[in-house]
């Protein structure tokens, strides 16, 4: 940590030494139930084209599955991409409420209830 101290990463941009930046995630106990994650664009896109390959090509592995799906992927058009960038950006208000709530009341209500 010295190390890091020496080449500036703690000191914020007012010049003053800062080592509260590490903590930027809040950590909770072990026996807290905390919100999943939000998810990526690309997971909402793996998720729903997973069964379709999967139906098309029955005998291949999980992992070539997943080289199929990324190159689906990678040919999409960002115009094509939208509709995953919205669905992440419903989730990522999703994990913001339900953290919220959880730092504020010391609990979270998700989308089970």
């Keep these: 940590m010295e190390q890091y101290e020496k080449q500036g990463y703690f000191i914020n941009k007012d010049g003053v030494k800062n080592t509260d930046l590490m903590l930027s995630k809040p950590k909770f106990h072990?026996?807290?139930?905390?919100?999943?994650n939000q998810k990526s664009p690309y997971i909402f896109f793996f998720k729903e084209n997973f069964d379709e390959v999967k139906k098309a090509n029955p005998t291949v592995k999980i992992t070539d599955i997943s080289v199929k799906i990324s190159e689906k992927w990678n040919l999409l058009t960002d115009a094509d991409k939208t509709k995953y960038f919205k669905l992440s950006l419903e989730d990522k208000k999703r994990y913001s409420n339900e953290l919220q709530q959880l730092l504020t009341q010391g609990f979270f209500v998700n989308e089970a209830g």
């Design 30 to 36: 072990n026996n807290v139930v905390v919100p999943k």
